[in-house]
């Protein structure tokens, strides 16, 4: 069986957990065979996965793209959220949490000292967009970026007493690991369908804290590219458009728009983080370790029968 998950050029830390989580807890069963599929972490059931595999379902949920329109060859073992379920038109006993909860059976190491510090973890669109590390400094928090390794960021938040984060998988880990988190959004593309899927099985409401979008015209946006939005935002101050262009980029922020960014940061730190019931994410994660045992044992009588 071959672990299917999202591949990011620069990295990102919930698809790049797939391939450091998976082998631990499945040494035996993964392998390079893609004629069976294990869809784990990360908002991958659409139309993009692959028609002709079994696809083993293990946490993952909807959100991005299209439904498949075939779903003969899909096995669902565990989908993410009701709202997943609902959309995949599943019984609530599909239902248990993302699988990265399951971050907690792993053997992780010791934090040093105590946990003394709020940071601030964003998703690689608001990193594309702006400096915010630099925001992070002004506002007095850790920067956290999601393109560092796994084992990087897995340390940095065992480091923090509070997470404010707009990657959702920054604060699931922060969740499963008992580190109280806050969501925020500095981004106008965060899908908030995933946050609420993932939110409804800890029984909890997304109620992310707002923090103004900065963008910066000279990070990865060539000269040409620049020359062209002023050319259109001349033209759409003129009444010259067409809906069916693309939008200008939109202009650099201003030092007032930085200004508020800071503070509104400042004001998420002050405000009372969410941590989920232990009793139930010792329950989701005890139905994990037991689908997982299961998906091992009938592998394992599949191979014996085979021989």
């Known amino acids: 069986m071959k672990l299917h998950y999202f591949v990011d050029p620069e990295g990102n830390f919930g698809d790049d957990l797939n391939p450091w989580l998976w082998p631990r807890l499945l040494p035996r069963l993964l392998d390079d065979n893609a004629e069976e599929l294990l869809v784990g972490i990360g908002t991958l059931i659409n139309h993009r996965l692959p028609t002709s595999p079994i696809k083993h379902v293990v946490g993952s949920g909807v959100g991005y793209g299209q439904l498949p329109e075939d779903m003969r060859r899909f096995r669902f073992h565990a989908v993410r959220g009701f709202e997943s379920a609902k959309a995949l038109g599943l019984g609530k006993e599909h239902v248990i949490t993302d699988a990265a909860v399951l971050i907690r059976t792993a053997n992780l190491p010791p934090v040093a000292g105590s946990r003394s510090r709020t940071a601030l973890m964003l998703t690689g669109r608001s990193l594309q967009n702006f400096d915010w590390e630099r925001v992070c400094e002004r506002a007095g928090v850790a920067f956290i970026s999601c393109h560092w390794s796994v084992d990087r960021v897995l340390s940095e938040i065992l480091r923090c007493d509070t997470l404010l984060t707009e990657a959702m998988h920054g604060a699931i880990v922060a969740d499963a690991l008992r580190v109280p988190w806050v969501p925020v959004t500095c981004s106008t593309q965060v899908l908030d369908f995933k946050w609420r899927d993932w939110l409804s099985s800890l029984h909890l409401a997304y109620e992310p804290s707002r923090v103004t979008p900065l963008f910066e015209a000279n990070r990865r946006v060539s000269g040409i590219d620049r020359a062209k939005s002023a050319v ?76």
């Open 232 to 307: 259109k935002r001349g033209m759409r101050g003129l009444g010259i458009w067409q809906s069916q262009w693309s939008a200008p980029l939109p202009r650099d922020s201003s030092a007032i728009e930085i200004d508020q960014a800071v503070d509104q940061i400042r004001a998420a730190t002050r405000r009372r983080p969410y941590l989920s019931d232990e009793n139930l994410l010792q329950s989701h994660t005890r139905r994990y370790l037991e689908l997982i045992e299961r998906i091992s044992a009938a592998r394992t009588d599949s191979e014996l029968a085979g021989r």
